[in-house]
């Protein structure tokens, strides 16, 4: 097993730029995509080599349920530093799974309030509630239909042809199911710290993929810049809904900037011999070394253990 545990632990921090070039340079469905895939595959990893460390830590307690032939000194010895790491890898296993599946409450959570508040109103694809804080936000189905919430304060500080691209970004999000990316990324960040930046990434990028398609749904990019603009003035000083991704006030001179300029080039995958081609690249490159490296470890630790285990 040796350095190979401690591989898919690190190789997020290869991530970094890719996270950056890839919010500037690709079209955003494609960084979206990209961004999310890797984020995933590098936190799996890394949660199974925190196990198999974990593995190695519990066999040296006194007490554990574990068979007596895995702290044998030869076992130990075929498996290196397994007395600073393999301890120190049970707390961090724990504040994981802690982690996660706080935030897998919280999200359930918040949805299902969200539902609740809705009861009231007529099961249509928008809901406009009578509130004079401005916001709006796409609710996802879950089992039931995906719908969009939007509030008369928002409603009432847009022109017609603005309203038009705030509906039209809202069902991009439901349509894209853009809430799995954002839920996906935000448990890699909680399994890896490595991967914060590609969670912040993944957040601009959805919101960027949305506005292009409601651009392409109105007819026109200006239009949808100025709605964004409108809208982040109208908010100002209201306290963003939870779900709430149009009138995020973060990312909004950017988006603005991007729409007013021409429309990014959709294609799938960038060229090898540019920029953000070798940092894509070398993203899913180390995506997969993270990949081979945390089941090199595992068939590692399952053949000494197995070996070690009495009949």
Known sequence: MGVFVFLPLVLPLTAWPVARLAEQRLHPRTATR????????????STVCLGLLMVVGTAQLPGNPLPDGWSDPEVREAVPYDDVA?????????????????????????????????????????AVLPDDAAYAYALPGGGRRGRVVVTTGLLGGLEPSERRALFAHERAH????????????????????????????????TERWADEEAAQAVGSRRTVARAIGKAALVSRGTPAAALAGFAVA?????????????APAAR???PLFTAVGLAA????????????????AAVTMTLILYAATPL
């Not at 890898?89 to 919280?106: E, K, N, Q, S």
């Not at 973060?250 to 729409?259: D, N």
């Open 34 to 45: 990209l961004l999310t895939a890797v984020a995933a595959v590098m936190a799996a990893c």
């Open 268 to 270: 799938r995958w960038p």
């Open 86 to 126: 393999g301890k120190a890898a049970i707390p961090a296993l724990c504040a994981v799974l802690v982690l996660c599946g706080r935030t897998l409450w919280r999200h359930g959570r918040l949805r299902r309030r969200a539902h609740r508040a809705l009861a009231g109103f007529r099961n249509t694809e928008v």
């Open 250 to 262: 973060g990312p909004v001179p950017r988006r603005v900037a991007a729409l007013l300029g021409p």
């Open 174 to 205: 439901l349509a894209a199911r853009h809430h799995r990316c954002l839920l996906a990324v935000g448990l890699a960040a909680r399994a890896n710290p490595f991967l914060r930046p590609l969670r912040t990434a993944v957040a601009y990028t």
């Open 281 to 296: 690249w070398g993203a899913a490159a180390a995506a997969a070394v993270s990949a081979m490296s945390s089941a090199n």
